[in-house]
């Protein structure tokens, strides 16, 4: 048995601690009863970002991306292939830098599409420019040895 590990809800951000073992059988929310994961990355903003990527103990994965940029688009639907293959191991999550400002400031986004992993808050692994998914798997796999 190992211990738990704290998982914020997506939904109403409480922070629910799930036992490892059990993150595969989708587990839901202990406060809303909502799935804690839905096979597709999430939308933080600055509302939401601390409560859900800053706390718990998953690592995760944010795409920094604007709607007019368009090796982003052309990377969405790779990265949301990748959320139905990370979680729950992964939590992925997106930010769109012209509504986020702050957020895109506050992580020194330069460039987009950047990936930014972490892992207990802190930033462990970035990589500027669109990926196809065998990169992709390699980028999260290296970055989490």
Do not use: Y
């Not at 073992?21 to 939401?48: I, K, S, V, Y």
């Not at 292939?81 to 992580?107: C, G, M, S």
């Not at 990589?127 to 796999?141: D, E, I, K, P, T």
Request: proline share 9%; aromatic share 6%; charged share 20%.
């Amino acid at each position: 048995m190992t211990s738990p590990l704290a998982v914020p809800c997506p939904h109403c951000s409480a922070l629910n601690r799930v036992p490892a073992e059990r993150l595969d059988q989708q587990p839901n929310c202990g406060r809303c009863h909502q799935p804690l994961f839905g096979g597709h990355p999430l939308e933080l903003t600055t509302a939401n970002f601390d409560a859900v990527a800053g706390r718990g103990d998953l690592p995760v994965l944010v795409d920094f991306w604007a709607t007019w940029c368009g090796p982003c688009i052309g990377f969405a639907p790779i990265f949301t292939a990748a959320a139905r293959e990370f979680e729950p191991r992964v939590r992925l999550a997106k930010v769109d830098t012209d509504a986020q400002q702050p957020l895109a400031q506050r992580f020194g986004i330069r460039s987009i599409p950047t990936l930014i992993l972490l892992r207990e808050s802190r930033e462990i692994a970035r990589q500027s420019g669109a990926l196809n998914a065998q990169q992709l798997r390699q980028f999260v796999a290296q970055s989490l040895r």
